[in-house]
């Protein structure tokens, strides 16, 4: 597509970048089929190339109005569209830089700022997330349902002694997982001490900063990605391996880092090895003899793959042929590859949407009777919950750990 970007823009790297991005773009519109806010909302703005042209426009210099910034707002940026694609558009860095800049032209009501800076304080900071969902978990039984909907019971860890281990590997902790769901992470350094790897969770690592960078607080996003770079750094020095991720959405950002960081001269060689060892679970389990493992009876299993691991990381398949490896009979689901709504911030800021795409997904994931839901990512796994009586888990829990 032809483009004439504003010369001040494409005189900057984030100008040149999206000049680059809209030139693969051929307007096809194979994209537009496979988006989900397109098959709910039927308008061509609320698709992937309706979006680019919007994108565009306001960089070549057209009026940009709150429409504009709603349109950018509703993309769940589940990257359906990046899979369909077959110019290779890198839509989600092209979407990155136009909600940046129609924010910037565009001032957001004080509800919304309110409500974007609520979200990016609350569940970045586990100091603050964790006190508040136990008290939400002590007045469960009297809070309305919509409310209790959102917030998971305490989960009990069965206490274990790890074993120091020749290999060892960096896991992120991330900022919700910790308080909502520790078991994942609990499971997770039990399962791969079984198989001979020491896991380390590094001191002052946390968010990975994806909830920040997908909400345009760029700024804030970068200091959550050096302060990672920074956690891990001495212990990739000394030999870790890898740096394991069991949340996809969070697994997808730190495979970012490289790009998002590349103009910062004091940190783009470091992201860029941090990117390149940044492995989610799938990927370290099927390198390892599952074999060994031991796993729950097994059971009629339904996996719902995040658009985090099948779309923005490409390992469509691999957490199914594990789970298939180690006895689970996997249901057969339609549509795999539409969001479940979950979609970062949007289950909170665009619940109408998030709430549609949740009920059409659950319908598809027990169309065949399974007897669970397991998943791949912490904002699937609680979205899903809070819409059925069937339990949703993270995959890895279907695999017991040894006492
Ligand atoms: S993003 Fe890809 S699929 Fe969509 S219109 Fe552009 S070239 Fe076609
Ligand atoms: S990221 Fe998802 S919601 Fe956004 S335009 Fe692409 S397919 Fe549609």
Redesign the pocket.
């Known amino acids: ?1 032809q483009t004439r970007l504003v010369e001040s823009i494409l005189k900057t790297p984030r100008g040149q970048e999206a000049d680059r991005i809209l030139r ?9 089929a496979t988006c989900p806010t397109y098959q709910l909302l039927g308008d061509e703005l609320d698709g ?2 309706g979006r ?1 042209y919007q994108i565009k426009m306001a960089l070549e210099g057209a009026e940009v109005t709150h429409h504009t910034q709603q349109h950018l707002d509703r993309c769940l940026t589940c990257l359906n ?2 899979t ?6 890198q ?1 989600h860095r092209l979407l990155d830089i136009g909600r940046e800049y129609v924010d910037q032209q565009v001032q957001r009501t004080a509800t919304e700022r309110f409500s974007r800076w609520l979200l990016r304080t609350l569940l970045t900071r586990p100091r603050i997330i964790t006190p508040l969902l136990r008290i939400g978990q002590f007045l469960l039984p009297v809070l309305p349902t919509a409310l209790a909907q959102k917030v998971p019971p305490k989960q009990r860890l069965t206490p274990y002694q790890p074993q120091s281990q020749a290999r060892k590997m960096l896991m992120l902790a991330g900022c919700v997982q910790p308080a909502m769901t520790p078991r994942t992470n609990h499971v997770t350094a039990q399962v791969l001490n079984q198989l001979g790897i020491e896991v380390i969770e590094a001191p002052g690592a946390g968010c990975c900063g994806a909830l920040s960078h997908h909400l345009s607080a760029t700024d804030e996003a970068r200091d959550f990605m050096r302060r990672n770079i920074d956690a891990w750094q001495p212990h990739l020095d000394q030999g870790a391996e890898a740096i394991i991720i069991t949340a996809s959405g969070c697994g997808a950002m730190v495979k970012e880092y490289a790009s998002v960081l590349k103009d910062d001269p004091h940190y783009a060689a470091k992201a860029q090895r941090v990117t390149e060892l940044a492995k989610d679970l799938s990927e370290i389990l099927s390198t390892n003899d599952i074999k060994r493992l031991t796993v729950e009876n097994p059971k009629r299993i339904a996996f719902h793959p995040p658009c985090t691991l099948q779309h923005a990381q490409q390992l469509n398949g691999q957490v199914e042929s594990l789970l298939e490896a180690a006895g689970f009979d996997l249901v057969k689901i339609n549509d795999k590859h539409l969001c479940c709504g979950s979609a970062g911030s949007c289950s909170v800021l665009q619940s109408n949407l998030a709430n549609q795409l949740r009920d059409r997904k659950l319908h598809d994931l027990q169309v065949d009777q399974p007897e669970m839901i397991v998943t791949a990512n912490i904002g699937c796994q609680l979205h899903l919950q809070a819409g059925t009586e069937l339990p949703v888990k993270h995959w890895i829990e279907l695999f017991v750990p040894d006492a």
């Open positions: 597509m693969t773009c051929v307007h096809c519109g194979f994209c537009t992937p190339r680019i569209c990046e369909t694609c077959p110019s290779g558009v839509y």
